[in-house]
Each structure stands twice: as C-alpha cells, then as structure tokens.
C-alpha cells in the first residue's frame, strides 16, 4: 500500500522546556526534535506501522531544540536575523544526520548546521506546538 504524504497527518511539537534529550551538539551540530508522523489519518483511519517509520525516518522538519556554539557561525550569514535559534522549526535535507533516543525517550536527529535548509515563518494548525 503506498500513501501520498498529504494523507498523512502530524502529531503538535512539544514546548521546547519539556525536551530532554540529554545530549549536547558539538562542533558545528544541532539537535532537532524531527516532527512525528500520526498513527491515524484527520479522517480517522490507521496508517501502517512500515509507512509511519518509512516517513518518520525520511522526515525533513522539526524542532531545533539546541546547538553548538559554532553551530550557525554568524560570520558566515549576511543577516545576523536569520540565523535559527533553538524553538524554531526548520526544515532539514531528507535523511540527514544521525537518529539517536533522547532521555525523555523521544528520538532526536544530530546533523551539521549545513543541513538545515530554512527556517519556518508559519508553523501549519496541524504541527503547530502544544500550548
């Protein structure tokens, strides 16, 4: 069975303070909590096991919980306003970094800054954060 990805729905970010993944970026990494694809569709029916991993894994948007202090050297961008600070969701190159489980359980990508493609302006309703 192949889904078309609009059929897919996303679970809301969690608020920044209640990621604990327990890790620190170094060198020029940061940490992005990637955003979680739902086990059911908005018309309520469930998305197989294989597809929900396929797409998590595949992702490219999150949540830029924290990085290096190298990380986004503001030398190297023009405008020091667009540089990504963590709480902001940024979109990523597909497959990019390396997954690991945070200590709150959640997995959580490490990848070079270079990898990070944007930075969101306007989150949708459907994957916005948890009030």
Request: proline share 9%; net charge negative.
């Given at each position: 069975?192949?889904?078309?990805?609009?059929?897919?729905?996303?679970?809301?970010?969690?608020?920044?303070?209640?990621?604990?993944?327990?890790?620190?970026?170094?060198?020029?990494?940061?940490?992005?909590?990637?955003?979680?694809?739902?086990e059911k569709t908005a018309g309520g029916l469930y998305v197989p096991?294989?597809?929900?991993?396929?797409?998590?894994?595949?992702?490219?948007?999150?949540?830029?919980?924290?990085?290096?202090?190298?990380?986004?050297?503001?030398?190297?961008?023009?405008?020091?306003?667009?540089?990504?600070?963590?709480?902001?969701?940024?979109?990523?190159?597909?497959?990019?970094?390396?997954?690991?489980?945070?200590?709150?359980?959640?997995?959580?990508?490490?990848?070079?800054?270079?990898?990070?493609?944007?930075?969101?302006?306007?989150?949708?309703?459907?994957?916005?954060?948890?009030a």
């Open positions: 069975m192949s889904l078309h990805t609009s059929t897919l729905t996303y679970e809301p970010y969690p608020e920044i303070e209640k990621a604990n993944p327990g890790i620190k970026p170094m060198e020029f990494n940061c940490l992005i909590l990637p955003r979680k694809v739902s096991r294989g597809a929900v991993e396929r797409e998590d894994e595949a992702g490219d948007e999150g949540l830029l919980v924290s990085m290096s202090p190298l990380a986004f050297n503001e030398a190297d961008f023009p405008d020091p306003e667009a540089v990504p600070a963590p709480g902001d969701v940024v979109m990523f190159a597909r497959y990019a970094g390396k997954s690991f489980t945070g200590a709150d359980g959640r997995i959580y990508r490490l990848m070079k800054d270079k990898d990070v493609l944007g930075v969101r302006t306007i989150v949708p309703v459907a994957i916005a954060k948890v």
